[in-house]
């Protein structure tokens, strides 16, 4: 009984409701713009890295390795509270989407990276015999067909970003995670802090099934050619 009270009280859970949905809209709101954010510039990063010139391609190459091993919490961190000491500074909601934007554009430059390289070469030499040009045949040929591999992975990296959005709770930014430790603290009991963690598993159960779900699709599609 003393750990159902504890743990699971319902009057406390309803109570604390509120906070935790302003919570998940805090999170959601996190989650997709980093990955707006972050999978435009994953996408313009790859690009730069396959056809910019060289200067360009090595910074590309640089840039991807130092976001792929820059834990995000660390680079959350420095852009919160260290950026300040040379005068920019950046609300709890703007650092956070920055952190978890430049780590996802550089896991997406990759993941394009690879989806592009999949497809025939020979698809770029017969658009340009047919007089079309590179953006044209990238947006209308390479794209629509490299897809096709990239979704699954691509989608796996969007359900880890929305999971680290509870990092963003480190720099104060009142996601779901800051809103239940808040509320545990009023209430001097942990049951909102269960009830943030079921909320977690009720967005992301979805997300992670969607996610086997492609890449068992993808699977059948590989062996069916």
Do not use: H
Not at 129 to 153: D, K, N, S, Y
């Amino acid at each position: 009984m003393d750990l159902i009270t504890t743990f699971f009280n319902w009057d406390i859970l309803v109570r604390s409701f509120p906070m935790l949905m302003r919570g998940v809209g805090n999170t959601i709101l996190l989650g997709v713009a980093s990955i707006i954010f972050g999978g435009a510039a994953g996408l313009l990063v790859c690009l730069m890295r396959l056809y910019g010139p060289k200067p360009v391609r090595l910074f590309a190459i640089a840039y991807v390795d130092f976001l792929r091993a820059m834990p995000i919490l660390v680079l959350l961190i420095l852009i919160y509270y260290a950026l300040p000491f040379v005068g920019i500074r950046f609300s709890s909601f703007t650092a956070a989407t920055l952190a978890l934007s430049l780590v996802l554009s550089a896991f997406t430059a990759e993941v394009c990276r690879a989806g592009i390289e999949n497809v025939p070469k020979g698809q770029f030499e017969a658009a340009s015999a047919l007089g079309i040009g590179f953006w044209t045949t990238m947006r209308t040929v390479i794209l629509p067909q490299a897809l096709r591999v990239i979704i699954p992975p691509l989608t796996s990296n969007c359900v880890s970003i929305f999971k680290d959005t509870a990092l963003a709770s480190v720099v104060a930014m009142p996601d779901l995670l800051k809103q239940a430790t808040d509320a545990q603290a009023l209430m001097a009991n942990p049951t909102p802090l269960i009830g943030a963690a079921a909320m977690y598993l009720i967005f992301l159960l979805p997300l992670v099934r969607l996610v086997s779900f492609l890449e068992e699709r993808g699977k059948r599609q590989m062996t069916a050619r």
